[in-house]
């Protein structure tokens, strides 16, 4: 199973196009979202053709492949325009033996840990910056955002057999991980 994670579209029809290019170039099988799919927030700057409704036309489209948390800019407003559920603070993904613990970012993260087990996975968004580590059981990612970077460049994850790879549009890899252990950047 192959399996793309993004955060932080903010509402950019620009990068939220890209991203689905890339859903379909790399024939993953779901699409996770970690939050904060259709509003900008009052901290951020616009993003690159900022269309909340197109967006969400663009997304329904894939409401069968799309499992979605819900991030501090997301709300019940929004969920009206979604035909896919996102107001889940976070939910779980059992896959290969991993369980991924998915969620934003604004609740749990790597400095304010949910309840988790030895070789769990956290994921979340929120910060707008990669981040691909294990700190001492378990394995921390963060995809960064596809819109609005805070450090680096706009990048999205890809899990496939075991491996969690942080990737630009440009097919850059930002880094890589063995979710069995194995550093691979």
Known sequence: MKIMFISDVH?????????LNKFEKEKCDYLISLGDLLYHGPRNDLPIDY???????????????IISVRGNCDSEV???MLDFP????????????????????????????PPLSKNDILVYGHYHVPLAQKE???????????SLPKAGTNSFGIYEDHIFTIKTFEDEIVASID?????ES
Do not use: W
């Open 11 to 19: 509402g950019s029809a620009y990068y939220m196009e890209k991203s």
């Open 51 to 65: 269309a909340p409704k197109k967006v969400a036309a663009m997304l329904n489209k894939y409401k069968d492949k």
């Open 136 to 146: 001492g059981d378990i394995f921390i990612l963060n995809p960064s955002s596809v």
């Open 179 to 183: 979710l069995r252990g194995e550093d």
């Open 86 to 113: 996102m107001l889940s603070d976070y939910t779980h993904l059992f896959i290969d033996g991993h369980r991924f613990f998915l969620t934003h970012g604004h609740h749990y993260h790597k400095d304010a840990l």
């Open 78 to 80: 929004d969920q009206m």
